[in-house]
């Protein structure tokens, strides 16, 4: 199979779909490799790093596109991409459809085959693709609210680990999934004052066994989320819904409980956001501000540190790009049940049933797309 690697395109994104080791892997196993020129730039790969991999380069976009069976990213597809696609394509990336209709109208005229990284699942529940780049979200989440609450960034200037004789910055973590657990990580690292919320009895055990007394692990009820989020001075919206939209747990109305110059971080945008009044911002403009609360709404967090986020991206996806390649889409899917739950579109059809119902389209079991 001739697999495509284009260049990211969107703001200030610069993970590559495929590193120059997982190129080798993919030549060892018989497939050809077209990367877009300057695509490994970002993190620190050169054409003739790819060349020396076994890649053949392309000198545009447009070229990969049109020659490649599948095209292998990082984010989602953007409009210029989208108008490149063709019915008999594989794309395998990022989608977050829920939230997106514009994209999901282009992929369903397209006629692509799409795969959705973030809905692959594995044999324990769990979701492969997304938790690499959820553990480096949840990390960098403390990192950029911590930078967010300085003054000079708009920011109440509180230091989250205060210092002695100070108390420290109080951090509001929604949801206690991969997310949520490294921003707790991190927090409680900073000797923040940590609270986690999350619904799940089994994750709520098994995060109060972690953390001890170094961080608050609550229910996640309305009136006790209401006052945490009141007294935070560093909120983190951590919660998924798989392929459907993130929940609103945050109202505008919270926000004028909120002390002014606080700091909310959305990590669900890709999914919505988790907060009423989230927007996605960029890492050239990552913050703004409503009724004196500074958001951190940026799209594609993990882009900034694009070469750890690559590799741990790689790790998790290589084994998956070469099925698709080894066995083609169809037989991949119809003999892993995970990656099978990866299919979003096809043929003009939704096949990810909560992205189907946020954008009221009709659903299509993906195993009645593999019988078709």
Same mark, same amino acid.
């Given at each position: ?61 447009? &070229? !990969?596109?049109? #020659? =490649? ?5 990082? /984010?989602? $597809?953007? %409009?210029? +991409? @989208? ?103 991190? &927090? !409680?690292?900073? #000797? =923040? ?5 999350? /619904?799940? $009895?089994? %994750?709520? +055990? @098994? ?108 790790? =998790? ?12 889409? @169809? ?42």
């Amino acid at each position: 199979m001739l697999i495509g690697v284009p260049r990211e395109i969107k703001n200030h994104e610069y993970r590559v779909g495929l590193t120059p080791e997982s190129v080798v892997e993919l030549i060892h196993a018989g497939h050809q490799v077209l990367v877009e020129t300057g695509a490994g730039n970002g993190i620190g790969a050169s054409d003739a790093d790819y060349r020396d991999g076994g890649a053949a380069i392309a000198g545009d976009a447009a &070229a !990969v596109f049109r #020659q =490649a069976a599948m095209i292998v990213k990082v /984010k989602e $597809p953007q %409009a210029a +991409e @989208r108008a490149m696609l063709r019915p008999d394509q594989v794309l395998f990336t990022y989608l977050h459809l829920a939230p997106d209709p514009e994209q999901t109208r282009d992929l369903v005229k397209s006629g692509v085959t799409a795969i959705a990284y973030e809905t692959v699942t594995d044999a324990f529940g769990g979701l492969p693709l997304l938790k690499p780049m959820s553990q480096v979200a949840g990390r960098m989440s403390i990192q950029a609210g911590a930078t967010a609450l300085e003054k000079a960034h708009g920011g109440r200037g509180v230091l989250l680990g205060g210092v002695p004789g100070v108390q420290p910055g109080k951090v509001v973590i929604l949801g206690g999934g991969v997310v949520g657990f490294h921003a707790a990580e991190m &927090a !409680v690292g900073l #000797q =923040a004052d940590v609270t986690i919320f999350d /619904k799940n $009895p089994a %994750a709520l +055990e @098994r995060l109060s066994g972690h953390f001890g007394a170094k961080a608050r692990v609550l229910y996640s009820q309305k009136a006790a989320l209401a006052a945490s989020v009141a007294s935070a001075d560093l909120v983190i919206g951590a919660v998924l819904i798989p392929g459907a939209e993130a929940p609103k747990l945050v109202t505008r109305a919270m926000l004028k409980t909120m002390k002014p110059g606080a700091v909310l971080v959305d990590v669900a945008i890709d999914q919505g956001g988790c907060f009423e009044t989230s927007r996605p911002t960029t890492h050239a403009d990552p913050t703004y501000v409503v009724d004196g609360i500074v958001h951190y709404c940026v799209a594609n967090m993990p882009g900034a540190v694009a070469r750890t986020s690559t590799y741990a991206l790689n790790n =998790a996806t290589l084994p998956h790009v070469l099925r698709l390649a080894n066995l083609g889409w @169809r037989e991949a899917l119809a003999s892993d049940p995970h990656l099978r739950a990866g299919l979003n579109i096809w043929k003009g059809r939704v096949t990810c049933k909560p992205v189907a119902e946020a954008l009221n389209y009709e659903h299509l079991d993906p195993e009645a797309a593999l019988a078709a």
